[in-house]
Every structure is written in structure tokens, then in C-alpha cells.
């Protein structure tokens, strides 16, 4: 039996041709030129999306910041550590450090890079210069926190926490006999001293004003007075 050999003709080729190696290097490059523009985009929008949510949780903390101090935090350190009377935080947990910076994290945008902080009477504004890094531009990424709402909240709590202690002294000192009857006067000054002498409010509270640092109003303005209430409102 004859072994067959395998004829090798000079014609034949194998492998790729140059002008093959061109057309997949081509399309190659084609796919690239795609896959990076897109693969940025989508980076670019994880990172605008963390940078959101990071704002969205600086904001809430900066809520109840000012809900306990009635004031607003002029940076991110303010959150964290206080001495401020009715400090109750730190009012951000769970920080991790900013990998690239080590800064501590909500200080830095998901760039690295400090979010800016700036507070205009009631109205604290954060945000981040986004992917460009340049503020002013369409990349910015903006939240506002307005308090005022929350002054309103508290000056209400304030308003019905003395409603109460009104009406209690009312019950007891506002009597049918003018021998005995003690009428409180139309002077807000003058109804703290005289709840704080009751026992029916306790002396250095801050019902003394509302939460814009103004006194309540007498209601009535005449004697005896049977409310408060707040210029603000």
C-alpha cells in the first residue's frame, strides 16, 4: 500500500491575507472608536448618580442639623462635630474615605473634588462642579436646602407647648374672684416670668422666642391674655 503525501502547491496560501489583517484591524478600531465614547458616558453617569445621592444625604443631615441647633452648617465638618447647644449628631454615618484624596467621604464629589457649600439666610446650597470640574457649567449638579419650612415647624411646636402651660395657669389663677384672680398680661416677658414661677414651664426654655429669634405675641392685646402667637407666621 502507497502512502499518500500531501502535494504542496505554490499557489495555495494559508493564514491571513494583508489586505484581510487591514479589514479586521479596521474594524477593530471601529469598535473601540464605539465602546470608549459609550463607556465614558455610562462612568459619567454613575458618577453624577452617586454624586446626587451623596447631595441628597448632606441635605437631610443638613435638616435635622438645623432642626436641633437652628442653625445652618457652614461645611461639611459642622455635620460631624459640634458644640452647639441642642447638638445631637454626628449627622452622617457610615463615611467612607474618598479613595484617591483619603479625605473623609460626603467632603468630596465622587471626582475628588470638595462640593461647594454656600448659605444665604435660609438657604444653603451644595453642589459639585460634575465631570469638568469647572462650576458654572451644564455638568454642575445643585442641591438647595431651604429651613424655612423647618422654622415654621418649630415655631408652631413652640406656640402649642405654650398653649398648654397658658391654659394650665388660666385654669388654676384665672378665678371668678378678682380678689384672687392673677390675669396674664398682655407683655410676652412677663407671662414667661410668671409661667416659670408656676413651675409650668422650666426656667432658661427655649419658648422664650420663636425660631427666628423673635418673642411670641400676646393674643389678646389686652388682659388676660389666653394664647400666643408668632409675627412670622
Given at each position: ?18 489586505l484581510e489583517?487591514?479589514?479586521v ?25 452617586a ?8 441635605g ?10 437652628g ?25 467612607i ?7 473623609s467621604?460626603?467632603?468630596v464629589?465622587p ?5 461647594k ?8 446650597t451644595?453642589s ?6 469647572t ?13 424655612t ?12 407647648r405654650?398653649?398648654i ?5 388660666n ?7 378678682p ?35 423673635d ?11 389666653l ?7
Open positions: 500500500m502507497k502512502t499518500q503525501r500531501a502535494k504542496f502547491h505554490p499557489g495555495s496560501k494559508s493564514g491571513f491575507s494583508l489583517l487591514v479589514i484591524m479596521a474594524v477593530v478600531a471601529m469598535m473601540i472608536g464605539v465602546t470608549v465614547p459609550v463607556g465614558g458616558t455610562v462612568l459619567r453617569q454613575k458618577a453624577r448618580a454624586a446626587t445621592g451623596e447631595l441628597t444625604i448632606l437631610e443631615a443638613v435638616k435635622s442639623y438645623f432642626y436641633d441647633t442653625v445652618l452648617p457652614v461645611d461639611h465638618d459642622d455635620l460631624l462635630a459640634s458644640t452647639l447647644p441642642g447638638w445631637a449628631g454626628p449627622y452622617l454615618t457610615g463615611v474615605d474618598d479613595r484617591r484624596t483619603g479625605m467621604g460626603y467632603k464629589d471626582w475628588s473634588r470638595d462640593y457649600w454656600k448659605v444665604a439666610g435660609d438657604v444653603l451644595l459639585s462642579a460634575g465631570s469638568d470640574g462650576f458654572g457649567t451644564a455638568t454642575d449638579i445643585e442641591l438647595i436646602t431651604d429651613v419650612s423647618i422654622r415654621r415647624d418649630i415655631t408652631k411646636e413652640r406656640i402649642h405654650l398653649q402651660a397658658i391654659n394650665q395657669y385654669a388654676y389663677y384665672l378665678t371668678a374672684d380678689m384672687t384672680t392673677q390675669p396674664l398680661p398682655a407683655n410676652f416677658a412677663t407671662i414667661m416670668t410668671k409661667l416659670i414661677a408656676a413651675g409650668l414651664i422650666p426656667t432658661g426654655s427655649d419658648l422664650a422666642t420663636d425660631a427666628w429669634g418673642a411670641f405675641v400676646p393674643t389678646p392685646a389686652l388682659s388676660p391674655v394664647a400666643v402667637t408668632s409675627s412670622n407666621l
